[in-house]
């Protein structure tokens, strides 16, 4: 398998549970990124990594959300305490990681509903 | 502002018809710029990208840069129903002395057969 995977694919939980979700890249793209898309909306921007760094992570996040990624592999991104705004398509997308050319691949996301 | 900014449509093109999609984007300093399909309840997959000014082919698809007006279009020719998808543009965006994408609203294209 040569693209990017997201597992689960769906996830359904209660409010204030903890969920968690992983991102496998494709395994020579060194930069990894997370968004976020709600219905009729542009993939927003929640942070992204070059290897093992996160470089950058969107004001725009409370400190419920936490991204990791060891070793610079696979990434997982935690929501502590969802709330229904939470509920949206959480994407991964991996890419090369060149300066002027940062084509990105997308996983299939995880569907979040959040009850 | 908006970081990137679209007309989120729809717009409606009849089958055969060239199909126009706009862009603007606020960083003047941006360098690389793409233009992503969105079939519904399907994630991104790029088509395009464009790094100079002008035009670039790709089969039906040309896309067109003007980094003086920060501007970016996608033309489609001889547009099929299959074409009928959300349309994002995505610049590659300086930040925090780091690069990153940001992507528009994205423009709903519906081809009519």
């Known amino acids: 398998d040569t693209g990017v995977s997201q597992d689960p694919r769906h996830k359904i939980t209660k409010r204030g549970q903890n969920v968690t979700f992983r991102c496998d890249p494709i395994?020579?793209?060194?930069?990894l990124y997370w968004y976020r898309q709600t219905l009729g909306q542009g993939p927003e921007f929640l942070t992204y990594f070059q290897n093992e760094a996160q470089l950058e992570k969107s004001r725009l996040l409370s400190d419920r959300f936490s991204a990791e990624r060891p070793k610079g592999s696979f990434s997982t991104l935690e929501i502590q305490r969802t709330e229904q705004g939470d509920s949206a398509m959480y994407l991964c997308a991996s890419s090369l990681g060149q300066k002027t050319n940062e084509k990105l691949f997308f996983g299939s996301g995880t569907q979040l509903s959040v009850l | 502002q908006k970081e990137v900014e679209q007309n989120s449509g729809p717009l409606s093109v009849p089958e055969g018809a060239i199909a126009s999609l706009n862009c603007t984007y606020s960083?003047?300093?941006?360098?690389?710029f793409f233009w992503y399909r969105q079939y519904s309840g399907k994630s991104p997959e790029l088509i395009m990208s464009?790094?100079?000014?002008g035009d670039k082919e790709d089969g039906r698809f040309t896309a067109q840069l003007n980094k003086a007006s920060q501007y970016v279009s996608l033309l489609i020719r001889d547009s099929q129903p299959s074409d009928s998808a959300t349309y994002l543009c995505?610049?590659?965006?300086?930040?925090?002395?780091?690069?990153?994408?940001?992507f528009g609203t994205g423009t709903k294209l519906q081809v009519i057969p």
């Open positions: 464009i790094y100079s000014n």
């Open positions: 395994s020579e793209h060194n930069r």
């Open positions: 960083d003047r300093g941006s360098q690389s």
């Open positions: 995505a610049v590659n965006m300086r930040k925090g002395g780091y690069q990153k994408v940001t």
